[in-house]
C-alpha cells in the first residue's frame, strides 16, 4: 500500500524519503501549499529538518537562546565554525550576531572511556535568516543526523551536556576555517580529540564520537545505558572499519560483524588480488584510503574544500573548478557557493571537452573537474578516459561521483583522483540511514598531497549509531546490486516500448554507452536508475500518479521509489534546466528488488491509464 501525503517513507522513525504520492502533492510541496506541507512527519534530511532536531533546538533554544533567535546543530566545532563563515561571507551585515555554543558531556577527560558520547555545537542567529543557514545544512550535508540528535535530546534535557568556555559568543577566529583566505594547516584530531593511529589506522577514522576520557567509568557507562543504543566505542570502531573494507572491496561477506572481519583479516593481499579481475576495483586500494563522512554531500563538500587547500597548499592561485555534466542540485550549488566559483559544462558532451581542451590550451586553469557516472536524472556518462588525460597534462583534480553507478557495476578509480559516494543509496537500500564516502586513487600522482592536507583537516563526525545500520544494511550489497540490475533493465526495456514514451534514459539506452561499457566492470550491469519523458507533457502525471510504487524523493532503495525530479530538485529554474536537456516533465524511477513480473505489470499498468478516455 502506498503511504499516505507526508508519511515516512519507509515507515520507521529515521527514514530517508517522505510520502509525496501523486504529481499534485509534488507541486503543491514544491509550492508550500498547507494540505502537503501541514503533513509531512518528515522528508530528505538534507531538505527537511528531522522533527527530532527540530526537538532539540527548540530545547537549547529555551536554555540558552535569545529573543529572536534561531539555532542550527553540528556536530563538531570546525563543522559549526564553517556555518559561521558562511553567514560573514554571505551576510556580512548580520555577522555579529552570530554567535556559537559548544556543548559536551560532563564527563572528565582520560584516555580510557569506552563508551559513544556527543558533544554538539550550535550556531545562533537571527530567525530571519534562517534560509542562509538552510544552505549550509542542505550543500554541506554536514548537519547533525537525526539519531545523534535523539542521543543528545534525552542528555540535554537530564543534565548530561553542559557549556565549554562560558555563553555563546560571535568568534572571528572562524576565518581560519572554510575562509577565502590563508588556512592553517595544523595536524588535526576527530571532534572528540581522539588522536590519529589509534588501533593501528593512519588516520582518524578509529573509534567514532566518543569523549577523551573519564576518570569516572560508572558514570560514562550510566549515560550510555541510559540514552545510548549499545554505542560501545570498541563496536563503534569494527563497524566503521568493516564499512571502510566492504567500500575497499577487501570485505565481502555477508555475515555478522565479527565473522566478517576476522574473514577479511585471514584473507591475505595476494588473495584478495587474485580475486579481482582486470577492469574492476583497483587492486591495491586499502581501507586506509577509505573516509566516512555523514552524507553523500558532505563527502562532495569536503573533496572541494580538500582540492582547493592542496592547491594553495601548493601556491597555486584561487581557481574555478569544472562541474561536468547535468549534477544533482546540490553539488553544482557546493561548487558555485564556497570558494572561486565553478565553470559549468552542463551537457557533459564530447563538444564540450572539446571546448575546454581548447580553454585549457589557451592558457586557461582549473582547480578540479567534478562529475557524477552516470548523471543524475540523464543517465549520461562521461569520457573519462579523456577527462583523465586532460587532467594529467593540465594539472587539476578529478573527482567522480560514483552513487548511482556504484563500484560493483563500474570501475572509475583509475581516472579519477578521488571517488565519492552516498552510501544513503544503494549501499544501505533500507532507506534509514545517511552515508558518505571518499576514496583515493593511490596510484595517481597527487595522492600523497591530497591525502596529506586531508588528514590535516578530517574530522570522524560519522555518528556511531549510523555506522552500525549502515554496516549491517550494506552486508548483502553485491547481491541486491545483481537483482537490481535485472529489474531495471527490464522496467527500461517495458517503457522503451511505449508508443507514449519519448525518451528512457538508462546508460545501456543513451548515446553514451560506450563511456559506460568502457567503465564497467566484468560482472557489472546498469544500475538500478531510470528515466522516462513522453511525447504529451501531460502524459507524465498520469503516470506518474497511476504507477503503483513509493513515490518520494531518494533513489537506491530495496524498494521501487518514483518521484518527478525535476520538480522537486528545480522547481524554480525549470527554464534554465531545459537548455541542458532536461524535461521538466521527467519522471525519475529507482527500481527495487521486486520480483521483475510484477514490476512489468505495474509499468503496463501505469502506461495503459494513459490511453484511457
Known amino acids: 500500500m502506498l503511504a499516505a501525503v507526508g508519511q515516512p517513507v519507509p515507515n520507521v522513525p529515521h527514514a530517508c524519503s517522505v510520502s509525496l504520492p501523486t504529481w499534485k502533492a509534488n507541486v503543491g510541496y514544491e509550492e508550500g501549499d498547507d494540505w502537503v506541507v501541514s503533513k509531512m512527519k518528515t522528508g530528505y534530511p538534507r531538505f527537511f529538518i528531522h522533527l527530532t532536531i527540530r526537538e532539540l533546538e527548540k530545547e537549547i533554544l529555551s536554555q540558552y537562546g535569545n529573543s529572536g533567535e534561531k539555532v542550527m546543530l553540528f556536530p563538531s566545532k570546525r563543522t559549526a565554525q564553517m556555518c559561521q563563515a558562511f553567514f560573514h561571507d554571505k551576510r556580512p551585515g548580520i555577522s555579529k550576531t552570530v554567535r556559537l555554543l559548544h556543548l559536551e558531556p560532563t564527563s572528565s577527560q582520560s584516555q580510557n572511556t569506552k563508551y559513544v558520547l556527543s558533544k554538539l555545537s550550535c550556531v545562533f542567529f537571527p530567525a530571519a535568516d534562517f534560509p542562509t543557514a538552510k544552505q549550509v545544512w542542505q550543500h554541506s550535508g554536514a548537519g547533525i543526523s537525526s539519531r545523534r540528535a535523539e542521543f543528545c535530546l534525552k542528555a540535554l534535557k537530564e543534565g548530561y551536556l553542559f557549556p565549554v568556555n562560558g555563553p555563546a559568543v560571535a568568534s572571528s577566529a572562524h576565518h581560519d576555517v572554510f575562509s577565502k583566505g590563508p588556512r592553517r594547516y595544523q595536524r588535526g584530531t576527530s571532534q572528540n580529540n581522539i588522536p590519529y593511529g589509534v588501533n593501528g589506522h593512519?588516520?582518524?577514522?578509529?573509534?567514532?564520537?566518543?569523549?577523551?576520557?573519564?576518570?569516572?567509568?560508572?558514570?560514562?557507562?550510566?549515560?550510555?545505558?541510559?540514552?545510548?543504543?549499545?554505542?560501545?566505542?570498541?563496536?563503534?570502531?569494527?563497524?566503521?572499519?568493516?564499512?571502510?573494507?566492504?567500500?575497499?572491496?577487501?570485505?565481502?561477506?555477508?555475515?555478522?560483524?565479527?565473522?566478517?572481519?576476522?574473514?577479511?583479516?585471514?584473507?591475505?593481499?595476494?588473495?584478495?588480488?587474485?580475486?579481482?579481475?582486470?577492469?574492476?576495483?583497483?587492486?591495491?586500494?586499502?581501507?586506509?584510503?577509505?573516509?566516512?563522512?555523514?552524507?553523500?554531500?558532505?563527502?562532495?563538500?569536503?573533496?572541494?574544500?580538500?582540492?582547493?587547500?592542496?592547491?594553495?597548499?601548493?601556491?597555486?592561485?584561487?581557481?574555478?573548478?569544472?562541474?561536468?555534466?547535468?549534477?544533482?542540485?546540490?553539488?553544482?550549488?557546493?561548487?558555485?557557493?564556497?570558494?572561486?566559483?565553478?565553470?559549468?559544462?552542463?551537457?557533459?558532451?564530447?563538444?564540450?571537452?572539446?571546448?575546454?581542451?581548447?580553454?585549457?590550451?589557451?592558457?586557461?586553469?582549473?582547480?578540479?573537474?567534478?562529475?557524477?557516472?552516470?548523471?543524475?536524472?540523464?543517465?549520461?556518462?562521461?569520457?573519462?578516459?579523456?577527462?583523465?588525460?586532460?587532467?594529467?597534462?593540465?594539472?587539476?583534480?578529478?573527482?567522480?561521483?560514483?552513487?548511482?553507478?556504484?563500484?560493483?557495476?563500474?570501475?572509475?578509480?583509475?581516472?579519477?583522483?578521488?571517488?565519492?559516494?552516498?552510501?544513503?543509496?544503494?549501499?544501505?537500500?533500507?532507506?534509514?540511514?545517511?552515508?558518505?564516502?571518499?576514496?583515493?586513487?593511490?596510484?595517481?600522482?597527487?595522492?600523497?598531497?591530497?591525502?596529506?592536507?586531508?588528514q590535516q583537516q578530517y574530522e570522524d563526525n560519522y555518528w556511531a549509531e549510523d555506522a552500525v545500520f549502515m554496516?549491517?544494511?550494506?552486508?548483502?550489497?553485491?547481491?541486491?546490486?545483481?537483482?537490481?540490475?535485472?529489474?531495471?533493465?527490464?522496467?527500461?526495456?517495458?517503457?522503451?516500448?511505449?508508443?507514449?514514451?519519448?525518451?528512457?534514459?538508462?546508460?545501456?539506452?543513451?548515446?553514451?554507452?560506450?563511456?559506460?561499457?568502457a567503465c564497467k566492470t566484468s560482472n557489472g550491469g546498469y544500475g538500478g536508475l531510470l528515466s522516462v519523458t513522453f511525447h504529451n507533457p501531460q502524459h507524465s502525471p498520469i503516470f506518474f500518479d497511476n504507477l503503483a510504487i513509493q513515490k518520494g524523493p531518494s533513489l537506491g532503495t530495496n524498494f521501487s521509489l518514483s518521484c518527478p525530479f525535476v520538480i522537486l530538485a528545480h522547481y524554480t529554474e525549470l527554464d534554465w534546466v531545459q537548455q541542458f536537456g532536461v524535461d521538466p516533465y521527467l519522471v525519475r524511477i529507482s527500481v527495487g528488488l521486486e520480483d521483475p513480473a510484477e514490476l512489468t505489470k505495474i509499468c503496463e499498468k501505469a502506461l495503459d491509464a494513459i490511453a484511457q478516455p
Open 471 to 517: 554496516e549491517r544494511n550494506s552486508r548483502d550489497f553485491v547481491s541486491r546490486i545483481e537483482r537490481i540490475n535485472v529489474n531495471a533493465e527490464t522496467m527500461a526495456a517495458t517503457l522503451k516500448k511505449s508508443p507514449f514514451v519519448k525518451e528512457v534514459y538508462y546508460p545501456s539506452m543513451v548515446p553514451s554507452k560506450k563511456y559506460y561499457d
Open 202 to 454: 593512519s588516520h582518524s577514522q578509529s573509534n567514532g564520537d566518543y569523549t577523551s576520557g573519564s576518570d569516572d567509568q560508572d558514570h560514562d557507562q550510566f549515560i550510555e545505558e541510559r540514552f545510548g543504543r549499545n554505542l560501545n566505542a570498541k563496536n563503534a570502531a569494527k563497524v566503521k572499519l568493516a564499512v571502510r573494507r566492504r567500500i575497499a572491496g577487501s570485505l565481502t561477506e555477508n555475515s555478522d560483524l565479527d565473522d566478517a572481519l576476522a574473514a577479511s583479516e585471514s584473507c591475505s593481499q595476494k588473495e584478495r588480488q587474485n580475486e579481482i579481475v582486470e577492469g574492476d576495483r583497483l587492486r591495491d586500494v586499502s581501507e586506509d584510503d577509505v573516509y566516512l563522512y555523514p552524507t553523500g554531500m558532505n563527502a562532495i563538500f569536503s573533496a572541494h574544500q580538500l582540492v582547493m587547500d592542496e592547491a594553495q597548499k601548493r601556491g597555486k592561485p584561487p581557481l574555478k573548478s569544472i562541474c561536468f555534466g547535468f549534477p544533482y542540485i546540490d553539488t553544482l550549488k557546493v561548487l558555485e557557493k564556497w570558494g572561486p566559483g565553478a565553470e559549468f559544462y552542463g551537457n557533459g558532451t564530447d563538444e564540450d571537452l572539446d571546448d575546454l581542451e581548447r580553454r585549457l590550451e589557451n592558457g586557461e586553469r582549473f582547480t578540479a573537474l567534478f562529475t557524477e557516472f552516470p548523471s543524475n536524472p540523464l543517465l549520461r556518462s562521461p569520457n573519462m578516459a579523456r577527462i583523465r588525460q586532460l587532467a594529467d597534462k593540465y594539472d587539476f583534480v578529478v573527482v567522480v561521483d560514483e552513487t548511482v553507478g556504484n563500484y560493483i557495476n563500474i570501475n572509475v578509480l583509475p581516472h579519477a583522483d578521488i571517488v565519492v559516494s552516498s552510501l544513503t543509496k544503494i549501499f544501505t537500500g533500507e532507506c534509514n540511514v545517511m552515508g558518505g564516502s571518499l576514496v583515493f586513487n593511490n596510484s595517481q600522482r597527487l595522492f600523497q598531497k591530497l591525502k596529506d592536507v586531508l
